[in-house]
């Protein structure tokens, strides 16, 4: 069996949350994507890995950034620039 990817458990966990926040039944958002509401759950339990694609519609339909979902996700220090600096 596969080891859950942290950051996937972390997405989904905030996929999840707002869903039921917002008050969308799995079924909502699966027929927004075009996919069965197994697949959502697995998204939200981090046992498959969401595309970018796929991202962009939830956040869509759940009126946030795709970016929301990274929230609270530490930046480890050597992939931090520097204040003013821009990664290129």
């Given at each position: 069996?596969?080891q859950?990817d942290?950051?996937?458990?972390?997405?989904?966990?905030?996929?999840r949350v707002?869903?039921?926040?917002?008050?969308?039944?799995?079924?909502?958002?699966?027929?927004?994507?075009?996919?069965?509401?197994?697949?959502?759950?697995?998204?939200?339990?981090?046992?498959?890995?969401?595309?970018?694609?796929?991202?962009?519609?939830?956040?869509?339909?759940?009126?946030?950034?795709?970016?929301?979902?990274?929230?609270?996700?530490?930046?480890?220090?050597?992939?931090?620039a520097?204040?003013?600096?821009?990664?290129?």
């Open positions: 069996m596969k859950l942290l950051i996937d458990q972390h997405v989904g966990r905030q996929m707002l869903r039921q926040q917002r008050g969308f039944p799995l079924t909502a958002i699966a027929e927004h994507c075009g996919v069965t509401y197994q697949q959502i759950q697995k998204y939200e339990s981090g046992k498959n890995r969401i595309s970018a694609s796929r991202m962009q519609q939830i956040a869509w339909k759940l009126q946030v950034r795709p970016s929301f979902f990274f929230d609270g996700i530490e930046t480890p220090p050597e992939f931090e520097p204040a003013g600096e821009v990664l290129s």
